[in-house]
């Protein structure tokens, strides 16, 4: 994929992804249209992008957020608590509470 990241068992990459989101794609549009792709491998490319931001810079707000639609709280809610990050995976108001 000329370098880029991509979500195992698909061609998209990590920026198709997020220039999906920053479109207004949300998580089941996103399902939807890439039937191949898993909330978890979405989840988890999200938090690579937010995690390598000279990278991704294009789709960052001045908060370090990822710019468009989030998961909501009960899209996130069977994720690891390590992917459960506000503002990158989840809305920053609608975060699952942690298991115990």
């Given amino acids: 994929m000329n370098g ?3 979500c195992y068992g698909s061609r998209l990459t990590v920026r198709q ?3 999906m989101r920053r ?3 949300g998580l089941s549009r996103i399902l939807t249209d890439n039937p191949e792709l898993r909330w978890l491998g979405i989840a988890f490319a999200f938090c690579y992008a937010a995690d390598h ?7 960052l707000a001045a908060d370090g957020s990822l ?5 909501t709280g009960a899209e996130a809610a069977g994720l690891p608590e390590e992917l459960r990050r506000p503002g990158i995976v989840v809305d920053v108001g ?7």
Avoid: D, K, Q
Avoid at 53 to 59: M, N, W
Avoid at 94 to 100: F, L
């Fill in 4 to 6: 880029e990241p991509f």
């Fill in 53 to 59: 931001p000279e990278r991704y810079a294009e789709f």
């Fill in 94 to 100: 609608a975060a699952a509470p942690a298991a115990t």
């Fill in 23 to 25: 479109s207004g794609y």
């Fill in 67 to 71: 710019v468009g639609p989030r998961f």
């Fill in 17 to 19: 992804l997020l220039e």
